[in-house]
């Protein structure tokens, strides 16, 4: 099992940035695929950006040009850092991590605590 801890949440104005952490411990295989969904009140689970240990990276088309994911396999960290922030970016951060490909999960499926994101003036 892989454990996830998030950091970096916080309040923001609208056009602003932050950097969002998830460290991840356990045991990390090579097909590991980590990122970070979001959760908003009284909205399902959405996709916001995936990372492969490879590079590979997806990203959700309301963050397309906005937000960058990336990682560091040695520390087992990847990073979400967003900018041009909107309101509708307000949601709670939900980091993920499973065995697989982008798109197809194999098992090992682990989510971290989640860290909010409050983008408002």
């Known amino acids: 099992q892989v454990q996830l801890v998030e950091s970096g949440g916080g309040l923001v104005q609208p056009g602003g940035s932050l950097r969002l952490s998830c460290a991840a411990s356990g045991t990390i295989f090579s097909d590991n695929v980590m990122g970070w969904y979001r959760q908003a009140p009284g909205n399902e689970r959405e996709l916001v950006a995936l990372?492969?240990?490879?590079?590979?990276?997806k990203y959700a088309d309301s963050v397309k040009g906005r937000f960058t994911i990336s990682g560091d396999n040695a520390k087992n960290t990847v990073y979400l850092q967003m900018n041009s922030l909107k309101s509708e970016d307000t949601a709670v951060y939900l980091c993920?991590?499973?065995?697989?490909?982008?798109?197809?999960?194999?098992?090992?499926?682990?989510w971290g605590q989640g860290t909010q994101v409050t983008v408002s003036s």
């Open positions: 990372i492969t240990r490879g590079g590979d990276t």
């Open positions: 993920n991590a499973y065995r697989g490909k982008i798109g197809v999960r194999y098992g090992q499926n682990s």
